[in-house]
């Protein structure tokens, strides 16, 4: 089974540009979050989709911030226009709604987003 | 609200020897409590994770953890560390969905 992927794994960008991450989550997964650790402190939590539907967006910093998950498959994270206080590890995680794991979020390898 | 306290940011430790990190938390209810592992070019990969019943946990790669209620602790243990266990280490509580993090622990294996 493959785990939850994140593209690009590497983004540098100058001040005012916009940039996409996109997520894979594990398939069959219905939920699926986004975190981001800014600077080397804690990792935060940012979103909240179940399949389509945003759950819980009271993590998102302002509305340079878009996240969607069309179809409720993958999900992308639209920065516009980016700031140098953006830059930071954006991580995706997802989580199945039923099962033996239902508890229990599954981190992808995050992508590195660098603002200059 | 909840929140996590890693105390220590960085830990060296010998190859062979023990470790214990530390991880304290608040949560109003009975937490979801999660020790994560991210190595060098890696994601984070789920060590253990604690929701009820036995306080002693036990992880893969060798890795135990302890809920203590009362202490409001869930502090991760290793017997033996392998050079490859250097990597940074993150705790996190919560309930089915939003998580709370500690800022880490990186853990520096000498020969």
């Known amino acids: 089974e493959a785990g939850v992927t994140q593209f690009p794994s590497h983004s540098v960008i100058e001040k005012g540009q916009t940039v996409t991450l996109r997520c894979d989550p594990i398939?069959?997964?219905?939920?699926l979050y986004w975190y981001r650790r800014v600077m080397g402190k804690e990792i935060k939590f940012l979103l909240h989709?179940?399949?389509?539907?945003?759950?819980?967006e009271s993590g998102m910093p302002n509305n340079r911030f878009l996240a969607e998950r069309t179809g409720g498959t993958y999900s992308t994270l639209k920065v516009q226009p980016a700031e140098l206080e953006d830059s930071g590890v954006y991580f995706c995680?997802?989580?199945?709604?039923?099962?033996?794991?239902?508890?229990?979020?599954?981190f992808g390898p995050g992508t590195r987003l660098t603002v200059l | 609200a909840q929140s996590v306290t890693q105390p220590d940011i960085h830990i060296t430790v010998s190859e062979g020897a023990s470790l214990e990190l530390r991880c304290n938390y608040s949560?109003?209810?009975?937490?979801?409590l999660f020790w994560y592992v991210q190595s060098p070019g890696q994601g984070l990969q789920l060590l253990l994770k604690?929701?009820?019943?036995?306080?002693l946990v036990q992880g893969i790669k060798g890795f135990e953890a302890e809920f203590k209620r009362s202490q409001s602790s869930f502090n991760l243990r290793k017997p033996s560390v392998h050079w490859s266990d250097a990597a940074e280490y993150f705790c996190?509580?919560?309930?089915?969905?939003?998580?709370?993090f500690g800022a880490g622990t990186t853990v520096t294996v000498r020969a």
């Open positions: 995680a997802s989580r199945p709604a039923s099962g033996a794991s239902r508890d229990t979020q599954y």
């Open positions: 398939s069959g997964h219905d939920n």
């Open positions: 989709f179940v399949k389509e539907s945003k759950q819980d």
């Open positions: 949560y109003g209810a009975t937490p979801y």
């Open positions: 604690y929701f009820s019943g036995d306080t």
């Open positions: 996190a509580v919560g309930g089915v969905h939003k998580l709370s």
